[in-house]
């Protein structure tokens, strides 16, 4: 019914930028909040960073001021652009969203992740 489709992900040197994007497609009343989560090796998946569909955000304390999250609503698409990248950093990152569907239902999504990889 609904995708969630994530793509910017690569290999990057420590201190250099990358921006991630994820569009949502499908049976789509409304998108209410839009997130990024990411899991690095061994550890578990953590949130990163949030946008409300009236562009109130919200970021981990170990990105702010590093990482920024928007949203393209006529597009359903949010980005993450990732500046000042560390080694740390480096995770599957994941898109995730509450949509309505309907006007009785809203679930949440998960995009199929996009791997990022800080070299130092």
């Known amino acids: 019914q609904v995708q969630l489709v994530e793509s910017g992900g690569g290999l990057v040197q420590a201190g250099g930028s990358l921006r991630l994007s994820c569009a949502a497609s499908g049976r789509i009343r409304s998108i209410n909040t839009m997130a990024w989560h990411r899991q690095a090796p061994g550890k578990q998946r953590e949130w990163v960073a949030s946008a409300t569909s009236s562009d109130t955000t919200d970021y981990a304390d170990s990105v702010k001021g590093r990482f920024t999250i928007s949203r393209d609503n006529a597009k359903n698409t949010v980005y993450l652009q990732m500046n000042s990248l560390k080694p740390e950093d480096t995770a599957v990152y994941y898109c995730?969203?509450?949509?309505?569907?309907?006007?009785?239902?809203?679930?949440?999504?998960w995009g199929q992740g996009t791997q990022v990889t800080v070299s130092s």
């Open positions: 995730n969203a509450d949509i309505r569907t309907s006007l009785v239902t809203i679930a949440n999504f």
